[in-house]
């Protein structure tokens, strides 16, 4: 009996060009370099450029995963962008995305679950390829999360980045006997009773403005390494793996500490553990991705090697997902 599996055929970034360091955002906020690198390992983020949006983040971060594939959009059928800042509050930026990669066929949308959104986008394709919906997706986190932010919250306005990763998905028959590639196992978790942690104060039906991200950042931290762990437990147990299996774990960026203490906790060698924070900061959807592509790029991650993704966010929401590379 085949098996129907989503295999990696690439994947791709994209950053946008203006860097701003600790010490840059410390001119103008009551904050330092030694605090934000010690509380959460972040050194520099990157910020999109007036008049640069989600979907151009996006579309730059499709190109370069269609290029490492060596595929074109006319070999897409599906387009998934996990972001929390779309262009607009509709049409979804996947249709834009869509537009801007010159594609009339296929089908396009987005998907909601803040820096979790990746993991969420993933699964999704996963599920459209299997039951035939979808032979090739395009799976995209990005985000211009800098446009949420209140410059004058240090607890907040320190955190964050924005760019873009794309990853290609495509419809395997693995024959009888053969080893298991693609995309083994999934879990995703939500519970929206934890909404007020991690939020913004405004939205098309309530306030009719986009507003403002407002995190109780202590409270996050502590629902964080459980939450995190239980999950990729739930992915290695359904998929009969252990966490020695892993070659690589990539989780949602953050901060260092709780990325730190999810790797300590689960009992996987730092050197396993791929880590961007220090250069991207939080990019939300974004983060899984860029980790991606930065570990595909160096040549850590090759074919044949296990990787965990793993994100939690606001909602909360959380998930992770097992992929033979
Ligand atoms: O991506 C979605 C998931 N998000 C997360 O996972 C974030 C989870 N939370 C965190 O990463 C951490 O809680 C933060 C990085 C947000 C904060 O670190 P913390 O160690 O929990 O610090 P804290 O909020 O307890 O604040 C400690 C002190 C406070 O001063 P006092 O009250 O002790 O005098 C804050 O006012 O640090 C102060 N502080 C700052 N100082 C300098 C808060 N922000 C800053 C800042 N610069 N930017």
């Not at 994947?11 to 906020?29: D, F, I, M, R």
């Not at 979790?116 to 996963?126: E, K, L, Q, R």
């Not at 709780?258 to 961007?276: H, R, S, Y």
């Amino acid at each position: 009996m085949t098996r129907v599996r989503s295999i990696v055929r690439g994947v791709g970034s994209y950053l946008p060009q203006n860097v701003v360091t600790n010490a840059e955002l410390a001119k103008t906020v009551d904050t330092s370099d030694e605090w934000i690198q010690q509380r959460v390992g972040i050194k520099e983020r990157h910020i999109a450029a007036e008049g640069e949006f989600t979907s151009d983040l996006a579309v730059a971060a499709a190109k370069a995963a269609l290029d490492n594939a060596g595929l074109t959009p006319e070999d897409i059928d599906l387009i998934i962008v996990a972001t929390t800042t779309p262009d607009y509050t509709f049409p979804a930026a996947a249709t834009l995305v869509q537009m801007k990669l010159g594609m009339h066929h296929g089908f396009a949308f987005d998907i909601q679950a803040v820096c979790s959104g990746f993991v969420y986008a993933v699964t999704t394709a996963d599920s459209y390829i299997k039951n035939g919906l979808a032979k090739r997706a395009l799976v995209i986190g990005a985000e211009t999360f800098t446009r949420l932010l209140d410059w004058t919250d240090r607890t907040t306005c320190v955190l964050f980045g924005d760019g873009a990763g794309a990853m290609i998905l495509e419809r395997a028959e693995l024959a009888e006997g053969e080893p298991e590639r693609g995309i083994i196992a999934s879990a995703l978790r939500s519970d929206g009773h934890h909404w007020d942690k991690l939020y913004v104060d405004g939205g098309p039906s309530s306030t009719g403005t986009a507003g403002h991200v407002h995190m109780q950042g202590p409270e996050v931290f502590r629902h964080a390494v459980g939450k995190i762990t239980d999950v990729v437990y739930a992915t290695l147990e359904q998929s009969g793996h252990t966490v020695a299996d892993l070659d690589w774990f990539v989780p949602h960026q953050a901060n260092k500490r709780i990325i730190d203490g999810a790797g300590a906790k689960l009992g996987l060698p730092p050197e396993k553990v791929v880590t961007t924070v220090d250069i991207h900061a939080n990019t939300s959807a974004a983060s899984v991705p860029l980790a991606l592509s930065v570990a595909v790029a160096d040549g850590r991650i090759k074919a044949g090697d296990l990787v965990m993704l793993e994100a939690m966010g606001g909602g909360f929401t959380w998930g992770a997902s097992l992929i033979r590379w």
